[in-house]
T-cell receptor, first 112, second 113 residues
Framework: AQKVTQAQTEISVVEKEDVTLDCVYE???????LFWYKQPPSGELVFLIRRNSFDEQNEISGRYSWNFQKSTSSFNFTITASQVVDSAVYFCALITGNQFYFGTGTSLTVIP | ETGVTQTPRHLVMGMTNKKSLKCEQH?????MYWYKQSAKKPLELMFV???????ENNSVPSRFSPECPNSSHLFLHLHTLQPEDSALYLCASSQERGWSGYTFGSGTRLTVV
C-alpha cells in the first residue's frame, strides 16, 4: 500500500527561526515521484518541488531546502529564516502509477 | 492565477438546492480531478477524468455528479447535499499520469445549510 505520513499536525515558530517539516512515505514501487505543496489561506495548493525516486540529491531553492533519503523513506522540507508569509499548510505527496497520495498536511504558523 | 480557475470561490446552499461548481484550465492538460478537503482530514480524491473519460469514482455519493464536456472544463453538479458535505472542493489538472505534478485551482468553499 502507498502512504504518506506527516506526523507534525501543527508547528509554530518565531520569525527567523529555521523549521523542518517531516514527511515519511511508503511504497513498494521503484519508480515514483515525491512532491511538496503549500496551501496558503487563499486555498490553492501551490507546487513547490518534485523529486523522482532515482534522484536523491538534496535541493536548495532560496530559503527552502529538501532532504530526500530513500534509506529512511523520508522527504523532509526545511525553511531557513522563516517569515510570516511562510505561514500555510504544507502537504507532502507521492505519485506512483496513476495515483497521487497526499499526507494530512502540516500547518505552519510563523509568529512575528 | 494558477492556470486552473474555479468558480464560484464561495457557495452557500440549502440542502434542497441544485448548484454546479466549475473548473477550467488552459494548460493543455488532459487529466482533471475533483478533490474534497474537509477540516482536519486528508485530501479526498473524488473523480478523475482522462481525455474527457471518467476513469475513477472513489465511492462518491450520487448527490455529486461530475461532467467533463472537454479536456479544458470540468463541472461538479450538486443536489440534495448534506451539511457534512461542507468543505473546500479543489479542482486539479495534469498531463496524463500526473507525474509532472498537479496544478490546483483555488477551490470553492462550499457551505451546506
Amino acid at each position: 500500500a502507498q502512504k504518506v505520513t506527516q506526523a507534525q499536525t501543527e508547528i509554530s515558530v518565531v520569525e527567523k527561526e529555521d523549521v523542518t517539516l517531516d514527511c515519511v512515505y511508503e511504497t513498494r514501487d521503484t519508480t515514483y515521484y515525491l512532491f511538496w505543496y503549500k496551501q496558503p489561506p487563499s486555498g490553492e495548493l501551490v507546487f513547490l518541488i518534485r523529486r523522482n525516486s532515482f534522484d536523491e540529491q538534496n535541493e536548495i531553492s532560496g530559503r527552502y531546502s529538501w532532504n530526500f533519503q530513500k534509506s529512511t523513506s523520508s522527504f523532509n522540507f526545511t525553511i531557513t529564516a522563516s517569515q510570516v508569509v511562510d505561514s500555510a499548510v504544507y502537504f507532502c505527496a507521492l505519485i506512483t502509477g496513476n495515483q497521487f497520495y497526499f499526507g494530512t498536511g502540516t500547518s505552519l504558523t510563523v509568529i512575528p | 492565477e494558477t492556470g486552473v480557475t474555479q468558480t464560484p470561490r464561495h457557495l452557500v446552499m440549502g440542502m434542497t438546492n441544485k448548484k454546479s461548481l466549475k473548473c477550467e484550465q488552459h494548460l493543455g492538460h488532459n487529466a482533471m480531478y475533483w478533490y474534497k478537503q474537509s477540516a482536519k482530514k486528508p485530501l479526498e480524491l473524488m473523480f478523475v477524468y482522462n481525455f474527457k473519460e471518467q476513469t475513477e469514482n472513489n465511492s462518491v455519493p450520487s448527490r455529486f455528479s461530475p461532467e467533463c464536456p472537454n479536456s479544458s472544463h470540468l463541472f461538479l453538479h450538486l443536489h440534495t447535499l448534506q451539511p457534512e458535505d461542507s468543505a473546500l472542493y479543489l479542482c486539479a489538472s495534469s498531463q496524463e499520469r500526473g507525474w509532472s505534478g498537479y496544478t490546483f485551482g483555488s477551490g470553492t468553499r462550499l457551505t451546506v445549510v
